[in-house]
């Protein structure tokens, strides 16, 4: 089959994983995959989109055959995730999330391709736990992962090294952790990132709590700080 993969931003963390590395997959499976190509759907047999950036009734008014997807849809992109013919997603929580939406969902593990590097292992004063991810997500870690960094802070000496895009989004200040129990270090995203900062690790973390949009009503609420 011959698909085409658009972006507007093909440098952010998502677009290297939904349409760079799945590109390169299509074509090891012996498909054809075009980056990019925002005039010509009539030579394509599927378009996928970064959410985003579709506009599905366009395309399908245009080229009424043609098979459209979104990748990563969001809560801000639900008529695109409606509009679609699949969605690509991220885990089984992000499927049931818009499965009402649209019942074809694919589950694409959006993990990006790195060199392999070998973990560094060296006496520490502390324990580095990591997390890599969005700002949005660590907005809502106050309820969860935060209170449990604390706690395990009192009983070991760690620290949490937070990689995120600190330079577009701002640094992360709501619901951190203490930083008596445990220091957090906010560490900037970039495609090397991976290789920079995973090697000396120890433990990582996935925060699984729905984020917090709406940071400022949740400060005016008292919900955390």
């Known amino acids: 089959m011959n698909f085409v993969l658009n972006t507007a931003h093909p440098d952010s963390a998502a677009a290297l994983v939904c349409i760079q590395g799945l590109a390169r997959q299509l074509l090891a499976q012996g498909h054809q995959a075009t ?20 506009d599905c009734a366009a395309v399908r008014a245009a080229h009424p055959k043609i098979i459209i997807g979104v990748a990563d849809p969001k809560p801000s992109t639900e008529r695109q995730a409606r509009e679609a013919d699949f969605c690509i ?12 939406l649209n019942r074809n969902q694919f589950i694409y593990y959006m993990i990006p391709d790195f060199e392999a590097t070998p973990v560094r292992h060296a006496a520490k004063e502390r324990h580095r736990i990591v997390y890599h991810g969005n700002k949005v997500h660590l907005n809502g870690a106050y309820h969860g992962l935060v ?9 070991y000496p760690i620290q949490f090294d937070v990689i995120y895009n600190i330079e577009a989004l701002g640094r992360w200040t709501m619901g951190r952790p203490d930083a008596g129990l445990c220091p957090t270090r906010d560490l900037q995203w970039h495609p090397d ?18 984020p917090w949009r709406q940071e400022g009503l949740v400060r005016r609420l008292g919900v955390v700080s």
């Open 35 to 54: 980056i990019n190509d925002w005039n010509n759907y009539g030579r394509y047999d599927v378009a996928i989109f970064m959410a985003a950036d579709a």
């Open 89 to 100: 997603v991220s885990s089984i929580e992000q499927r049931e999330v818009f499965m009402p």
């Open 193 to 210: 990132c991976y290789k920079t900062y995973f090697a000396d690790a120890d433990i990582g973390v996935v925060q699984n709590l729905m």
């Open 147 to 155: 209170p449990a960094l604390n706690e395990l802070g009192r009983k």
